[in-house]
């Protein structure tokens, strides 16, 4: 924005932010149970965001909304606290801006738009205000925008969605992976379905509290392969990869987390010749995931899904990646 043409804009440097879009590869909603869970940070679809300052009241522009931050609808109160918890962290309450967001993918598809965006914008403002924060600094303020949105986010989404490489995250705590399957793709599909990540996760709760042994044996079941999924992406293995992700498919669905077009995408994939494919997030609409064993494979898979009824289909070239690189966050 040029100063000499917009009468609200303030001195001041325009802050940029990034994150991207995540895809769980196994142990969504187990993880909240204290299960470990693997996800990927989609480095292809992007999630940027620019802070502006200004002067008058602070405006945002960011996941449909745009208008006075003040007075936004409850659903973009977690972008809202993002920018006042990152206002905050700088020291700069003082300081109004004009945020927006600017991303490649949809958002409640399970892809993580809500922490995503609240990322980018957190490191939009604190680059706006020339001020540094650490890694483990920029999780917290996530999770805080975070739990403005899902109540008791289990924080991978916030961890995921601004990783350079594959997670493992448990507990609170994010570890990055090693990842050895060489030349395989995962195919993303857009259900076209809006999920809602808090209606499935309070759903899944009250069951669970009906029948803590029923349902906590099926959430246990997506534990264990989570760690299947673990040492096959660790030894290179993408059958076992892929089989673990039929079978968590099949437990979400007895979860019911699932929907029949879910259902009907993850069939499609697999006779288009996917070695597994799942629901992926919060589930109840969103995404699909599959894996292909190579980008011919995922090509196929692909045409197959957008002919199943998948709005958008993107492919991911799953990257090798040892422990030392990774271990770089930034
Ligand atoms: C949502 O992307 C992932 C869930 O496991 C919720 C969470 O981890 O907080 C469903």
Not at 42 to 47: T, W
Not at 96 to 109: G, L, Q, V
Not at 181 to 198: F, Q
């Amino acid at each position: 924005m040029h100063e000499d043409m917009d009468p609200h804009s303030a001195p001041g440097r325009e802050g940029h932010g990034r994150t991207w879009a995540k895809a769980i590869l196994l142990g969504e909603h187990s993880v909240v149970y204290g299960h470990p869970a693997i996800a990927v940070a989609l480095h292809d679809l992007r999630m940027e965001a620019t802070a502006t300052p200004i002067t008058g009241p602070s405006h945002l522009a960011s996941l449909g909304y745009s208008g006075p931050l003040a007075s936004s609808p409850q659903g973009f109160a977690c972008v809202a606290r993002a920018f006042e918890a990152a206002r905050e962290f700088a020291g700069r309450m003082d300081q109004s801006f004009a945020i927006a967001t600017r991303s490649d993918f949809p958002h409640e598809r399970g892809l993580g738009s809500s922490a995503a965006a609240s990322g980018a914008i957190i490191r939009a403002v604190l680059d706006a205000c020339g001020r540094s924060a650490s890694a483990e600094e920029l999780f917290a303020l996530t999770q805080m925008a975070e739990q403005v949105a899902h109540g008791r986010p289990s924080g991978l989404d916030a961890a995921a969605t601004c990783a350079p490489g594959p997670i493992r995250f448990q507990g609170g705590r994010m570890t990055p992976l090693s990842q050895r399957i060489e030349g395989a793709c995962l195919v993303i599909a857009d259900s076209g379905v809006h999920g809602s990540t808090r209606q499935a996760v309070e759903g899944l709760r009250a069951r669970y509290e009906q029948d803590a042994q029923g349902i906590g044996a099926l959430i246990g079941r997506l534990g264990e392969l989570t760690t299947t999924a673990e040492v096959a992406l660790d030894e290179g293995e993408a059958p076992a990869l892929g089989a673990a992700m039929d079978q968590a498919h099949a437990i979400l669905a007895e979860l019911e987390l699932s929907l029949p077009v879910l259902d009907r995408l993850t069939a499609a994939a697999r006779g288009a010749g996917a070695l597994g494919a799942k629901l992926t997030g919060g589930g109840l609409g969103g995404c699909i995931i599959a894996l292909a064993g190579d980008p011919g494979a995922a090509g196929r898979i692909g045409s197959a899904l957008r002919q199943a009824g998948a709005a958008t289909t993107w492919t991911y070239r799953m990257r090798t990646s040892e422990i030392r690189e990774a271990e770089r966050w930034q």
